[in-house]
């Protein structure tokens, strides 16, 4: 903070004295280039406002003074600009009516022809800028945006909280739980497509309820009804229903591997699908033993 105040005060300053000397540069160049009998005319002319101007055959401006100082760099711009001046032919200080006066400051600009323009001129002093104003507004803008942070956030998560307490409810069993489809474009999107969910989800219940009972069911009648023993016969014949099914997989998948037309470069060799049309037919002919065995055994 302390640095961007220093940085500020010497930004103001350094922009008050480029200001400056580019003014005085341009009323030295105006007076030059009018006839001598019309330069004091021309000098009123350009007066006005912080500037009183005259011409005259000497300087106005007694060197040093109170004040001087702060237009050291007023004067090292004014040399950097206007060439045609150097230390021996500008002077700076106060008049000698008012040497004791430090809001007053005269400059001397000498022109080609030993003449003098010299310049009034009210120093305006820049006043520090106060590090407690610095320190307050600065506290207060930056309490002010974390406020509107604060409430900004508020705003943009309150849809959230809402989804999340129907999702927290809609897990522990209750039905289902709508969100209210309002809002901006993309919260209405997430809110229908929250309450969607919840209807699919609920119909998957459903589902799976109704296809565990269709599996359960039967299992649990033959044990009822049959026993230990009855429970024991129906496992091996789901066994060997899936064991006789297997042969239907095997037989489509081997001819399908062989098949180049639908499966390009990733055709099987010939001798993995002989070997596996081999496999396939054990597996058939050990089916067919295991079905006898178990209608005849």
Request: hydrophobic fraction near 50%.
């Amino acid at each position: 903070m302390w640095t961007y105040q220093a940085s500020l005060q010497a930004e103001i300053t350094s922009n008050n004295d480029e200001r400056l000397a580019e003014r005085l540069a341009s009323i030295m160049r105006t007076v030059m280039r009018v006839p001598a009998p019309d330069r004091e005319l021309t000098a009123h002319a350009l007066a006005g406002g912080p500037f009183d101007i005259h011409w005259s055959l000497s300087e106005h401006a007694v060197p040093g003074g109170p004040g001087v100082e702060r237009l050291r760099g007023m004067r090292r711009r004014l040399l950097a600009i206007a060439p045609e001046l150097h230390a021996g032919n500008l002077v700076i200080g106060t008049t000698a009516k008012l040497r004791d006066d430090e809001h007053i400051a005269m400059i001397s600009m000498q022109l080609p022809d030993q003449s003098w323009v010299n310049v009034s001129a009210v120093s305006v002093r820049v006043l520090p800028l106060s590090s407690d104003g610095t320190l307050y507004s600065t506290s207060l803008m930056a309490g002010g945006l974390l406020l509107i942070a604060v409430l900004l956030l508020s705003w943009l998560t309150r849809p959230l909280k809402v989804f999340a307490d129907a999702a927290r409810q809609f897990s522990t069993g209750a039905e289902v739980v709508k969100v209210a489809e309002s809002g901006p474009t993309e919260v209405k999107q997430l809110a229908a497509a929250f309450n969607e969910m919840q209807v699919r989800i609920k119909k998957l219940r459903l589902r799976r309820l109704i296809t565990r009972a269709i599996a359960i069911i039967p299992a649990a009648i033959v044990t009822i009804w049959y026993g230990e023993s009855g429970t024991a016969r129906l496992l091996i014949l789901t066994q060997v229903v899936l064991s006789l099914q297997l042969s239907f997989a095997v037989f489509p998948l081997v001819m399908f591997t062989a098949n180049r037309a639908k499966m390009g470069e990733l055709v099987a060799p010939r001798w993995l699908t002989t070997f596996a049309g081999f496999i396939a037919v054990v597996i058939a002919v050990l089916n067919v033993k295991l079905l006898i065995d178990f209608v005849f055994g």
